[in-house]
């Protein structure tokens, strides 16, 4: 098992252009999430997903947009790059039963992104 | 919401016990704790969870007090290689946000 892969490792954007962070997991995971994390500081969660189809909004989703059209697959999409989305990106996948507490997540080496 | 809070940064020599320790004052009685660490800005790795017991892996031992506010991080022979920022998470409100915050740097010295 690969586990949650994610690419690219780095990337340069200028103020204005757009990009995809691609993430993919093998684990047949239902569960899957993006954070975001400014230096020295802690992850904060970006959207995520409960399943195919399925999204919904952490913490600090602006200037963010995700799909989730497989279990495998989810992307998140910067629409127009500003300097403030300069962070490092991990993308995360776990199993969790309804009604089951237990959620451990399992994440990918992240996408170190700056906007310049 | 649940909140943690950690100490910034610890020390441990090697082959010692590193203790950190965790408060979750906040918890609510059916959450979970987990611990995870981070080596050098890589992704994130699980370590162990626990929600009334105590638990033991192959990585860690987790100690929970018994009214669950608090928690302690063991790792009972420290090496270099255990250098790593630690966070103790626990989820927010009933979805399914996990407060990561700031963790403690530990350094493992020679």
């Known amino acids: 098992n690969a586990g949650v892969t994610q690419t690219p490792k780095f990337r340069i954007l200028k103020i204005g252009q757009s990009m995809t962070l691609q993430c993919t997991q093998d684990m047949n995971h239902n569960y899957m999430y993006w954070y975001r994390q400014d230096p020295g500081m802690g992850l904060k969660l970006i959207y995520y997903?409960?399943?195919?189809?399925?999204?919904d909004k952490g913490e600090v989703p602006n200037g963010y947009n995700v799909s989730r059209s497989t279990t495998e697959d989810f992307p998140l999409r910067l629409e127009l790059a500003a300097p403030s989305q300069t962070s490092v990106y991990f993308c995360?996948?776990?199993?969790?039963?309804?009604?089951?507490?237990?959620?451990?997540?399992?994440f990918g080496a992240g996408t170190r992104l700056s906007v310049l | 919401d649940a909140k943690t809070t950690q100490p910034p940064s610890m020390d441990c020599a090697e082959g010692r016990a590193a203790n950190l320790p965790c408060n979750h004052s906040?918890?609510?009685?059916?959450?979970?704790v987990y611990w995870y660490r981070q080596i050098h800005s890589q992704g994130p790795q699980y370590i162990i969870h626990g929600l009334k017991n105590n638990e033991t892996n192959e990585m860690a031992s987790l100690i929970i007090t018994e009214d669950r506010k608090s928690s302690t991080l063991i790792l009972p022979h420290a090496t270099l290689r255990d250098t790593a920022v630690y966070y103790c998470i626990v989820r927010v409100g009933t979805g399914n946000q996990f407060y990561f915050g700031t963790g403690t740097s530990l350094t493992v010295i020679p």
């Open positions: 906040t918890i609510s009685g059916n959450e979970y």
């Open positions: 995360a996948s776990s199993y969790r039963t309804p009604g089951q507490g237990k959620n451990i997540q399992y």
């Open positions: 997903s409960v399943g195919a189809g399925i999204t």
